[in-house]
């Protein structure tokens, strides 16, 4: 590969790496044909943009976007893949449901909500991580539980005063 080939590969990198707010760096590495094209086929169906990358251009790429992946040039070695996501849990998702079939893809890091995870041993954490949509049902589900108690607990009481009163002072 050309030296101007591979600025042009580590410019698309950064830019890719500045734009995405989640990224994981897989092995998937000795994976057959059937099994790279399901990978494939489920990154895509997921919104996933899978790219095999080499590290040294990775690395490079990393360096060139101004925020701090140091922590990250430790698993570069090997064969790396990166999954770019704006959801952040749905890789984590997906590879564990890969894994009861095979025991690839393998993760090596992932950059999620500004933390850095390392690790295959950090997949649980990161595909039980919520999703923005699913933290703010919760927050409205919490507020809303207060509000429904006391419309249930005037209901119950049914249409009269004393009902009322009573249910009320039994609270």
Known sequence: MKREDKAVVINELAQKLKEASHFYLTDISDLNAEQSSLLRRKCFEKEIELVVVKNTLLRKAMEQTGT???????????????????????????????????????????????????????LNALANIKTKNELIGDVIGLLQSPAQNVISALQSGGTTLSGVLKTLSEK
């Open 68 to 122: 701090d992946y140091s922590e990250m040039f430790e698993v570069l070695k090997g064969a790396t893949s990166v999954m770019f996501t704006e959801m952040a849990n749905v890789p984590g998702k997906m590879i564990q449901e890969l894994r009861k079939k095979s025991d690839k893809p393998i993760l090596k890091a992932a950059y999620v909500e500004e933390s850095v995870y390392i690790g295959d041993n950090q």
